[in-house]
């Protein structure tokens, strides 16, 4: 149990890499109501994962340069 909080809490993503069994279960389920329901398309669907996981790397990797430089600015050696 302490590695799948460890993994979960530091944010590695990908397949059975700390994702909590019920998490798994439930995105499933919803995938699958949306495809007997045809809300969606089969394509769609499968297709998601694959287009938002780099969407939300590329998000952390702005946000964590842009809290960098907010936070910890470097230093020019002008003085105001």
Avoid at 5 to 11: F, P, R
Avoid at 67 to 79: A, D, N, Q
């Amino acid at each position: 149990m302490f590695l799948i909080n460890s993994l979960w809490h530091k944010g590695v993503g990908g397949l059975n890499l700390g994702i909590p069994i019920i998490v798994e279960i439930t995105l499933e389920g919803v995938a699958y109501l949306l495809l007997v329901q045809h809300i969606h398309y089969t394509i769609d669907v499968l297709a998601t994962p694959i287009v938002v996981y780099p969407c939300y790397r590329l998000t952390r990797y702005l946000l964590n340069n842009i809290s960098r430089r907010v936070l910890h600015p470097r230093k020019t050696g002008k003085s105001l």
